[in-house]
């Protein structure tokens, strides 16, 4: 069966520092990859998706970035983190297009201080 | 543009009472619908999906939707609602026309009083 695992759980950075989420899926090939953020009691914001190894398309103009070194890898990625990353971030995982539903891993909790 | 509505932020029910979530949908064609719940401090979980065929699907942990074209509709039902499922229930367009994007609602927030 397929799984989704994401790390760390839990996240405590200082203003200005390096980022770095972690996502892998087992079980399927050629994933389309996702990350979310959710901010306090909002819904949810797509910030990348990838449907390929190198392909990462952006949705919101933003200091992260994503990459996609392996076919089930995906990472978050920041040089210099602000206030406003603060948040619960989701990685998630579909495959083909839009009639499947998408698989969530069980998030990060990101706290900037 | 696909759009996805929930009216409710909030919904308060009692335990042992039904429930119904709604969501509105905006596409063109006939949808691909689903309903996810997500737990405090957790990912989103898929409780049931809408394809095509029978209007009134069934999903996991005792919920039901269903489809209903002419109101562009696909809500959520639960007969008897327990205090396990108090959450955050997302209902989503699935992505159309060579996207991968799905469209996500904002969420309605669950809470159960004993």
């Known amino acids: 069966s397929q799984t989704i695992h994401q790390w760390p759980a839990t996240l405590v950075q200082p203003v200005g520092s390096p980022l770095s989420l972690e996502c892998t899926v087992e079980g399927t090939s050629n994933p389309n990859l996702y990350w979310y953020r959710q901010a306090a009691g909002r819904g949810l914001q797509l910030l990348f998706y990838?449907?390929?190894?190198?392909?990462i398309s952006s949705e919101v103009p933003q200091n992260l970035s994503a990459s996609r070194p392996q076919d089930r890898q995906f990472i978050l990625s920041s040089k210099k983190l602000l206030l406003s990353d603060s948040g619960f971030y989701l990685c998630?995982?579909?495959?083909?297009?839009?009639?499947?539903?998408?698989?969530f891993g069980d998030g990060t909790r990101l706290s900037i201080l | 543009a696909q759009s996805v509505t929930q009216p409710d932020i909030h919904i308060t029910v009692s335990e042992g009472a039904s429930l119904e979530l709604r969501c509105n949908y905006s596409y063109g064609a006939t949808p691909y619908l689903f309903w996810y719940v997500q737990s405090p401090g957790q990912g989103l979980q898929l409780l049931l999906k809408y394809f095509s065929g029978d209007t009134l699907v069934q999903g996991i942990k005792g919920f039901e939707a269903e489809f209903k074209r002419s109101q562009s509709s696909f809500n959520l039902r639960k007969p008897s609602v327990h205090w396990s499922d108090a959450a955050e229930y997302f209902c989503a367009v699935g992505a159309q026309g060579g996207s991968y994007i799905p469209t996500f609602g904002r969420g309605t927030s669950l809470i159960v009083h004993p």
């Open positions: 998630a995982w579909s495959v083909g297009q839009g009639s499947q539903p998408q698989h």
């Open positions: 990838s449907v390929g190894i190198g392909q």
